[in-house]
């Protein structure tokens, strides 16, 4: 974080500012140390120079930004450090993954439920409700793999500059059925950092939008897109008063492949369940028409939880200020937007910057040509019954449990009779074949968690009679 | 947390906001939750608001406020609900205390240095600085903890309400030489809540200042002020073009009874040296001329880390508006002000509310009357030898250890012939009584850590009798 923050500052030509704010996720748990704002300003050499944590779970980089920009806006700053980062590789993956669990509501998380494993939840409802076959599908998550590896690979700051082959990918184990290694971004040490300042510079910060949305994944009303990209993309465009087709490239939250699809879609790039038509047709590669991950993504720059939303919004400056360097530097690149996910999709943020020399006129009482259809949540949430029926909605089998969970693990959202979603498990399916999305299934409570059983057609013949009867 | 927000929002008449900012210190060890902004959110049923979590160690109540004040500043929004807390009870308290200590810098924290135990090696420079004696320093530390009690007996917000006597004072148990049970605040669950909006309200916000200092304690150039409080002051009377004398009544960090004394003359309202003699005079009740904490601070209010900042400038609303209540409510109350200590004095922010119908103007080019003097740090940070001698600069013995640390522990700051401080324990010294500050003491590493021993006569004559040779 301190050579990240001393690149920021001699690529602004300071040695001071009159703030720092600080993002990062968890310290606490990865580090062990608190009040960690403070230890950055007298690391930095900045003693004395106020200094704020500012937290939006992995979204933190875009978060601490936003922050950090209000604070220019207002007037009472002129120059502010943000300065993001994380520090995870020195855990147990077991570990690491029990903490990055811990941004999942406490009633799925107790399931033994990993973001990944939420992820691949979301993926298999994409693929239902898309008509993608397993293979299909696998085909889509590969060509971002591929896409961003190959991206990353000419980024002097990824993690992996190598690139992978479609091979490579359905080669990688499965991390949650039906995603892999390669869908996954990986465990990263990593720190970005930027220089915001009140006086004229080559770039401007046009938009910020920034919406959360459930806490828990199952009182979403849709699985497969995120409310909070939207609601966040509507109020970044207002802002700027700009729609999707002026945005000339994107930083978009690949955590799982999955994501940079339903982000394309979610920003309004793409229409939904098409955005991997664009990804086919190589819309989204670095010559295309609308490169997304120029930087190589969360998939291949990594993923250091807190500093990714702000290694974003850097990508985007080379690539406005045409610094990006041989391979990777796009031919138009104007306006920029980053998209950043918190959580499950619940603390989502974008970002729009652009060339401070492209000229525009701003008009009042704008309205942006975006609408996106944003799916109302429940009002009122059931309580489900502690035994019962219902059908599975989507499912995963869990390879890479948390500390605490026995691998493999098979969870799944079962569609109550009421409507209401309910999470459950089951330890005795170790196969997905077993398993498919629509089925009948039955619901007891065992110690606590809801367990779900496929129910045969003899059971199903006998509640049918009893019901008759 | 959910409690004080809907009395916020009732108070404030809105059942929406455009975006919400939560303080927690540490959610993620108190509680084991991530994600916490937008947990909260959800919880609210404001699931959709931009929620963001903002942190600066134990003055995260004023560090989220100053955030949130900056975003309302900006123009970009207009009504935000500022939601700050902590849940602390919960824990055994070696567990608590571990988590608490985990905002000393590491160096420092690893010879089982608990906030306490800083602060009472801060107390011991005070009473050495000031020539007070062991009995005189109890005595003014017992008046704090028995106004600001008396205070809370009249507050029903207050986790303590009842008066204690100078004779309870003297009887509680020591937790850290010479600080004991009554000096601390306490371990509380608690919440606080405003809402900021641009729109004309009877209390504007006059002034803001925030400062950091060293991580390490023993790196500053003094040990009886805080230069963070002093430099936030000298911002917060600037923006607000107000001086000391300007000011009604406080709200100011006594985590530790001494620090309210240190803090009403870091802040300008008494001379350094002499704050306890305006506490024995009377300057500081209730009736007094300049009330200090008629909420009961920290002291008796309690000290939910994450909220306690943002207490004060409740309690401070309450008095501007005269909705005080029988007995608390001062009868000067037009301008307010709070002081929020991060850390061991490492974040600590300054913030003056006032009458919005309080007439005055402001003037150009203003400048403070208040000049605080700012101790210059150390440019330089020479690594102590690993063996040899220095004077003790000032000592604890720790009753109340961490996880991991036998009780009790007798810590000390060295002064090295070089003049830099260095942290030292010894395992054999259970009795305070057996060491006084300044005297000769010899410096070895042990297992990694410094270890001090006394010096005999003998020792230093055999010492002379050698450089001699």
Redesign the interface.
């Known amino acids: 974080m301190a050579g990240a923050a001393a690149l920021a500052l001699k690529d602004a030509g300071r040695e001071e500012v009159d703030?720092i704010y600080i993002g990062v996720?968890?310290v606490?748990?990865f580090v062990?140390?608190?009040?960690f704002?403070?230890?950055l300003?007298?690391?930095l050499g900045?003693?004395?120079?106020?200094?704020?944590?500012?937290?939006?779970?992995s979204s933190t980089g875009a978060?601490v930004f936003?922050?950090a920009?209000?604070?220019v806006?207002?007037?009472?700053?002129k120059n502010v450090l943000v300065l993001a980062g994380e520090k995870m590789t020195h855990l147990p993956t077991a570990k690491t993954t029990r903490?990055l669990s811990?941004?999942?509501?406490?009633s799925e998380r107790r399931y033994g439920a990993t973001m990944p494993a939420l992820a691949a939840l979301v993926a298999q409802r994409y693929r239902r409700e898309y008509g993608l076959s397993l293979q299909k599908l696998g085909e889509i998550l590969a060509q971002v793999a591929v896409k961003n590896h190959y991206n990353g690979s000419l980024n002097p700051y990824a993690q992996f500059r190598k690139e992978i082959t479609l091979e490579d990918y359905f080669k990688s184990q499965m991390v949650s059925y039906p995603l892999r290694l390669y869908d996954c971004a990986p465990i990263t040490d990593g720190a970005s950092a930027v220089v915001l300042t009140s006086e004229p510079t080559r770039i401007r910060v046009s938009g910020?939008g920034?919406?959360?949305?459930?806490?828990?994944v199952r009182?979403r009303a849709s699985l497969t897109s995120f409310?909070?990209t939207k609601?966040?993309a509507l109020k970044a465009y207002t802002?700027a008063q700009l729609n999707p087709p002026d945005i000339h490239f994107a930083e978009v939250h690949d955590a799982f492949t999955l994501f940079e699809v339903i982000g394309t879609e979610d920003l309004g790039f793409f229409t939904p369940g098409e955005g991997w038509k664009a990804l086919e047709k190589g819309t989204t590669l670095l010559k295309g028409p609308l490169p997304i991950n120029p930087s190589g993504g969360l998939k291949s720059r990594g993923h250091p939880v807190g500093a990714s939303g702000l290694a974003q919004m850097v990508e985007i400056v080379w690539q406005l200020r045409g610094e990006a360097g041989q391979g990777r530097q796009l031919e138009k690149a104007e306006v920029g937007l980053a998209q950043s996910i918190?959580?499950l999709g619940?603390?989502n943020?974008v970002t729009i910057l652009e060339r401070s020399d492209r000229k525009r006129t701003l008009t009042e009482g704008w309205k942006p040509d975006y609408h996106p259809e944003i799916k109302a949540?429940k009002k009122e949430i059931v309580p489900p019954p502690t035994d019962g029926k219902g059908s599975l909605e989507t499912f995963t089998v869990l390879y890479a449990t948390p500390e605490g969970f026995r691998s493999p693990l098979t969870l799944g959202l079962i569609r109550a009779p009421g409507g209401e979603l309910v999470m459950a498990c089951n330890p005795d399916y170790r196969n997905p074949m077993e398993l498919r999305m629509g089925q009948k299934v039955s619901l007891n409570m065992r110690e606590g968690l809801y367990v779900f059983e496929k129910r045969s057609a003899w059971e199903r013949l006998k509640s049918w009679w009893k019901k008759k009867k």
Request: proline share 2%.
């Open positions: 703030a996720m968890n606490e748990e062990g140390d608190s009040n704002a403070t230890l300003a007298d690391t900045l003693t004395g120079i106020p200094s704020t944590r500012v937290e939006t779970a978060g936003e922050a920009f209000y604070a806006a207002s007037g009472h700053l903490i811990e941004v999942i509501d406490r910020i920034h919406a959360t949305d459930t806490s828990a009182h409310n909070s609601e966040a802002m918190g959580g619940n603390n943020i949540l």
